[in-house]
């Protein structure tokens, strides 16, 4: 399967800050990539699918001024999360899908802690 | 709208035990199933994936789960645990062809040796 990884795997930055994670498909030209947070004890939210070359789609209740998301590569999506917050804080993941709708391989995470 | 329930947040087994960790899903067609594995620091890893066919998915690592359609359950399940298996396990269901991933709340999974 593809190799994801995700950088940096922790980062902690001051309130009203932005903070950008990369996501790499290392091995896999991904045309499309999946971000997604979780919070502790809670199951992956899926936030944004990230098409190289287009705007990506954000879900219901995601705020797209808020996570930027970037896929100019079909080796690398980036999330900035802008003006962040404390309750911004959470497990960032990405996911690079393939061209079989039903696979996606996932990178390890960022944790995100805002002050 | 999908869901996936999975009603045990913790579970504990002794090494050699059977194993069942237990995933009910919402999904108003023939959905796409599926079993992760997420270890600390390593991205989630697929065990097993089920969209049509023999309802009993062998996976990798010794693992199967069945699907029931009466019961909306896609419960996982190994013979004999092994201590590296302590790791979190979520159920999901896809949409969309499969790529839209829900994902239940996890079951974190303890084997004592």
């Known amino acids: 399967g593809a190799v994801v990884s995700q950088h940096p795997s922790r980062v902690i930055c001051k309130s009203g800050t932005s903070v950008k994670i990369e996501c790499r498909s290392l091995d896999f030209q991904a045309t499309t990539m999946f971000w997604y947070r979780q919070f502790p004890k809670q199951s992956l939210m899926l936030m944004a699918t990230?098409?190289?070359?287009?705007?990506?789609?954000?879900e219901q209740g995601v705020e797209k001024d808020k996570f930027l998301i970037n896929h100019a590569s079909l080796t690398l999506s980036t999330l900035t999360v802008t003006s962040a917050h404390p309750e911004d804080s959470s497990f960032y993941i990405c996911?690079?899908?393939?061209?079989?709708?039903?696979?996606?391989?996932f990178g390890p995470g960022t944790r995100l802690t805002v002050l | 709208a999908q869901s996936v329930t999975q009603p045990d947040i913790h579970i504990t087994v002794s090494e050699g035990a059977s194993l069942e960790l237990r995933c009910n899903y919402s999904y108003g067609a023939t959905p796409y199933l599926f079993w992760y594995v997420q270890s600390p620091g390593q991205g989630l890893q697929l065990l097993l994936k089920y969209f049509s066919g023999d309802t009993l998915v062998q996976g990798i690592k010794g693992f199967e789960a069945e699907f029931k359609r009466s019961q909306s359950s896609f419960n996982l399940r190994k013979p004999s645990v092994h201590w590296s298996d302590a790791a979190e396990y979520f159920c999901?269901?896809?949409?969309?062809?499969?790529?839209?991933?829900?994902f239940g709340t996890g079951t974190q999974l303890k084997v004592e040796l």
């Open positions: 996911s690079v899908g393939t061209d079989r709708a039903d696979t996606q391989y």
């Open positions: 990230s098409n190289e070359g287009s705007k990506a789609t954000y």
């Open positions: 999901a269901v896809g949409s969309g062809g499969g790529n839209k991933l829900t």
